[in-house]
């Protein structure tokens, strides 16, 4: 299983990006799907997360400002991040729990992170 982060880069404060990333291999079903992400000195923190019923869950501090979503078709989870702030500047982590086989419990994979960079 491997999971292909993409859409990072510099943006201006206000600004917007789209994080995407998709998941290939041997793949049997996949459950929540989420983002993370790493500030320099600071440890990882969940940013947002959804169910594979199209439950969500932000951080308090992206609400309102950043969208999940996912395409169960594309195996994918993407991540719209509007009006940008430096404070979100990070390496930010894909995660996905899924299943190889039909018995096995789902388990985490994470992408090699993709980095955000706010700043004028």
């Known amino acids: 299983v491997q999971l292909v982060e993409s859409g990072g880069g510099l943006v201006q404060p206000g600004g917007s990006l789209r994080l995407s990333c998709a998941a290939s291999?041997?793949?049997?079903?996949?459950?929540?799907m989420a983002w993370y992400r790493q500030a320099p000195g600071k440890q990882r923190e969940l940013v947002a997360a959804?169910?594979?019923?199209?439950?969500?869950n932000y951080a308090d501090s992206v609400k309102g400002r950043f969208t999940i979503f996912r395409d169960n078709a594309k195996k994918s989870v993407y991540l719209q991040m509007n009006r940008l702030k430096p404070e979100d500047t990070a390496l930010y982590y894909c995660?996905?729990?899924?299943?190889?086989?039909?018995?096995?419990?789902?388990?985490?994979?994470w992408g090699q992170g993709t980095q955000v960079t706010v700043s004028s």
């Open positions: 291999g041997i793949i049997f079903s996949i459950n929540s």
């Open positions: 959804i169910t594979n019923g199209g439950f969500t």
């Open positions: 995660n996905v729990a899924l299943s190889t086989t039909l018995f096995q419990s789902p388990r985490d994979y």
